[in-house]
Every structure is written in structure tokens, then in C-alpha cells.
């Protein structure tokens, strides 16, 4: 199944929260429920770096279920259009541009 998301924010929890049985998102219905045990834990765990290794654990789990594409995506900006950029997730940054 091929299947497009893009995270809104900046941390593994957006794309993680995507798998358990009950999400909505969960358009492929695989269901573990070992790893929404996990999801139930990561979730609770304030600690960034006990998170980061459980949420490790969640996408050894995951297997098949990988991003193996990124488009590409070109933008036409025409001369003396400065300041475009693009954030960490992928998205364009607007704010800043100015015309000469």
C-alpha cells in the first residue's frame, strides 16, 4: 500500500501515532498490539531520552511499514525574489522573503 503523510511537527511521535490499532490513520488496519503497548508507554514517558528508545523499539516493530520515497519538488523563484527556505519538516518558509 502506498500511502503520502507529512508530519507537522519535528519528532517521530507524528509519524509513529499513525500505526496503532485503533488510529484513524491507520489505513492499512495492520494492528500489534505489543506496539501499542509501546505507544501507551512513549507516550507517558517525559524523559526524552527513555522516549527516543522506546519510540526506537516502535520502528523496529514497524517492518515493512517504511518511508522508501521522497519526491522531490522544485520551485520557480524569479529573479530577485530573496530569503525563501525551507524548514526542518519539509515545508517552505515564507516569512522573510523580500522582493529587489
Same mark, same amino acid.
Given at each position: %500500500?502506498?500511502?503520502?503523510?507529512?508530519?507537522?511537527?519535528?519528532?517521530p511521535?507524528?509519524?509513529?501515532?499513525?500505526f =496503532?490499532?485503533?488510529?484513524a490513520f491507520?489505513v492499512?488496519?495492520?494492528? *500489534?498490539p505489543?506496539?501499542?503497548?509501546l %505507544?501507551?508507554?512513549?507516550?507517558?514517558? /517525559?524523559?526524552?531520552?527513555r !522516549?527516543?528508545?522506546? *519510540? !526506537?523499539? /516502535? $520502528?523496529a516493530? /514497524?517492518?515493512p511499514? $517504511?518511508?522508501?520515497d521522497? =519526491?522531490s519538488e522544485? $520551485?520557480r #523563484?524569479? =529573479?530577485? $525574489?530573496?530569503?525563501?527556505?525551507?524548514?526542518p #519538516?519539509?515545508?517552505? *518558509? /515564507?516569512?522573510? %522573503?523580500? !522582493?529587489?
Open positions: %500500500m502506498l500511502l503520502g503523510w507529512s508530519s507537522k511537527i519535528f519528532d511521535y507524528n509519524i509513529l501515532d499513525l =496503532p490499532c485503533g488510529s491507520n492499512a488496519h495492520w494492528c *500489534e505489543s506496539y501499542d503497548a %505507544m501507551r508507554r512513549a507516550v507517558r514517558t /517525559l524523559d526524552n531520552h !522516549r527516543w528508545a522506546i *519510540e !526506537r523499539q /516502535l $520502528v516493530k /514497524l517492518g511499514a $517504511v518511508a522508501f521522497q =519526491p522544485y $520551485v #523563484i524569479k =529573479p530577485g $525574489v530573496r530569503g525563501f527556505s525551507w524548514s #519538516i519539509g515545508f517552505y *518558509e /515564507l516569512d522573510g %522573503m523580500t !522582493r529587489s
